[in-house]
């Protein structure tokens, strides 16, 4: 790991200034502190540095389970056109730099030692390109070197003060062409408010998700790798919010949601698509709104998670060996038009002859409820969502937020026993971060009103589906056998983008139109007209304009190793969501939301994944440093 992907992760933090503290170091000429602007380099955060506080020790600093390590080539004409590292020093060892976050801190440690000179230049040449550092003087501190630092920190955190111009100039052109959009659609033809309606709730969605830094991936990988709760307590806020504004939607009669079959095969499904969005550093929504960030490897897992997906919808060959018979005799007997080739390809054979055999539950049907109101209210608000929730919340206040509650209080002198101080540590841990839980909040009440909405303009049209719509307006090409596109009427990923690259390789001269997943429903329809599909563009767009506001938005290249996870986890989290009929958003948060018994057990299996994955890049960046470590010795 590097000091890139560091500044990659910390910008998955819900936090504006982060604190950074280099450990000293015995025989070090300089102050390690110097790696800090380097780091800024690839962070949109705002990295402070004290001197005047000891630096932490133990096991929170060398036994970090994220590490990275600072390196830096000088160019060839300072050192007379050799190559070595660190500024030419030959008494330089690049050493570990474990980074670790512990109750909101980040520690981000570097080691080594150069002459003071050349120190001071490195420093200097860095602070032209860009440095936001504040830097807290001490008579321990490395002098000039570290006065020129803040002196320069003073003219840049002048430069940062409210919006950027250029930032706020392009967060008005992108509203303005969503709203240029819907006013000359509509003017075409009302029919096109249907597609509006979807634009503007991605809008929301995306500034949601930038605003709160809301990740699934980062959930799972805080809790699991540093034990921070912050994000999986923001997805629990708006999973019940959520829930709450739908049943009033679902007792009024005006859902368009529709339950899944539940079974195993939904837990298997999450450890994929777990194991996948760990792998690439994000879940299916959240690289959505990373690429409207900048970060070009989101981009990447974006396109990874839709061609897989594309492909593997009509994939079949060797694949139908792998299929068994049963499956292959349950699909053929579903009596599915013949224009589909249900008996050729591995997804539609799992689908039709396995998945679709699966029972169907809510918990409002489970408990026998009876009654529209007590039914949303009982059965899939409380029991579906607020109980399971609660108890969730409870195991990560134990095992992950506790023990460094009480002791915080133990140090400050307060009371640190008794139920009122766990009562009152539970709630801090559930209000320890106002971003993401505003985020979650708002996320959960849009999420219900788009369904409301979507709802109230199909009655008001007289259809169900967009595919009505597009047949009237003469558009045919695309729709499926049933006369129907993807059209869920709530949020959903990834199967629209699927959609994008699906039609692209349709009109490359793949014939992919007679397999279940775009063949029978979802369609390939062209995605200036995907209603779902405009939903993703105006979520990424919505995550640019916040990020624009914040000025959080920054072009973040990729490295061959980080193009290399995100493929290979993109692919995953492409076919995992196949296998569940869904991603983090379709299979499991609004599953939830919505009491569908299935929802908890992809995320059951989310959760799994998440852990091997985390388990797995541990043991994959031991192994790497090691290595680079054993190089540096010879």
Request: charge should be positive; charged fraction near 15%; include cysteine.
């Amino acid at each position: 790991m590097n000091l890139q992907q560091a500044g990659e992760y910390l910008d998955t933090l819900d936090a504006v200034e982060v604190e950074v503290v280099a450990l000293q170091q015995r025989q070090a000429a300089i102050n390690p502190a110097v790696s800090v602007p380097r780091l800024d380099l690839y962070t949109s955060k705002r990295p402070i540095v004290r001197l005047d506080k000891p630096a932490p020790a133990g096991p929170h600093a060398d036994e970090s389970s994220l590490r990275f390590t600072w390196e830096y080539r000088s160019p060839e004409y300072y050192d007379g056109g050799g190559r070595r590292w660190w500024w030419s020093s030959p008494t330089m060892r690049p050493s570990l730099c474990p980074m670790a976050l512990h109750n909101g801190s980040s520690i981000v440690v570097c080691r080594g030692s150069l002459s003071g000179q050349k120190m001071f230049l490195g420093i200097k040449l860095l602070l032209k390109r860009t440095c936001r550092c504040i830097i807290h003087k001490s008579d321990r501190g490395i002098g000039g070197a570290m006065e020129a630092v803040a002196k320069m920190e003073g003219i840049a955190a002048s430069k940062q003060v409210g919006v950027a111009r250029s930032n706020q100039v392009w967060a008005y052109v992108i509203i303005g062409f969503l709203t240029l959009l819907t006013m000359a659609s509509y003017a075409v033809h009302e029919y096109y408010i249907y597609v509006a309606a979807y634009i503007w709730f991605g809008f929301v969605y995306g500034m949601c998700l930038q605003y709160g830094r809301f990740c699934f991936s980062s959930a799972f990988r805080d809790l699991f790798a540093v034990g921070v709760p912050r994000m999986a307590v923001g997805i629990m806020i708006a999973m019940i919010l959520f829930g709450a504004v739908s049943a009033f939607v679902t007792a009024t009669g005006n859902s368009t949601y529709h339950a899944a079959p539940y079974g195993w095969h939904a837990v298997i499904a999450g450890v994929v698509f777990g194991v996948g969005m760990v792998l690439t550093g994000g879940c299916a929504s959240g690289s959505l709104y990373k690429a409207g960030e900048g970060n070009v490897t989101a981009m990447l897992v974006v396109v990874s998670i839709s061609t897989s997906l594309a492909i593997f919808a009509d994939i079949g060959g060797w694949l139908n060996a792998l299929v068994p018979n049963s499956w292959h005799e349950s699909a053929l007997a579903k009596g599915l038009p013949a224009e589909l080739t249900v008996g050729d390809g591995w997804l539609d054979q799992y689908l039709a002859g396995h998945v679709w055999n699966q029972p169907i539950l809510t918990y409002s049907e489970w408990l026998g409820l009876t009654g529209p109101w007590v039914s949303a209210y009982v059965g899939s608000v409380l029991v579906g969502i607020v109980l399971p929730a609660s108890v969730l919340l409870v195991v990560v206040y134990v095992i992950w937020y506790r023990k460094g509650y009480l002791r915080k209080r133990a140090e400050e002198g307060k009371q640190h026993e008794g139920f009122a101080t766990e009562l009152t540590g539970y709630w801090s841990m559930i209000a320890a971060s106002k971003r993401t839980a505003i985020a979650g909040l708002i996320l959960g009440i849009a999420a219900g009103l788009h369904m409301y909405v979507m709802n109230g303009i199909q009655l008001k049209f007289g259809v169900q589906n967009f595919g009505s719509i597009l047949k009237e307006l003469g558009y045919t090409a695309g729709l499926s056998y049933k006369g129907t596109v993807f059209d869920p009427g709530y949020w959903y990923v990834t199967t629209q983008e699927a959609q994008w690259f699906g039609w692209l390789f349709n009109k490359l001269g793949w014939d992919n139109t007679h397999n279940i997943f775009f063949g029978y429903e979802n369609g390939l329809p062209n995605p200036l007209l995907n209603p779902a599909g405009w939903m993703s563009i105006a979520l990424i767009c919505g995550a640019a304009v916040m990020a624009l506001l914040n000025n959080e938005f920054k072009w973040k290249k990729t490295s061959p190793e980080l193009a290399m996870w995100a493929i290979i986890g993109g692919t995953l989290m492409g076919i995992g969501s196949r296998l569940g009929l869904g991603c983090n958003v379709g299979a499991f948060f609004v599953r939830v939301s919505q009491g569908d018994v299935s929802g908890w057990l992809f995320g059951i299996g989310m959760v799994g994944g998440a852990y091997l994955g985390v388990k797995f890049f541990n043991w994959w960046t031991e192994r790497k440093m090691a290595r680079e470590m054993a190089a540096f010795e010879l």
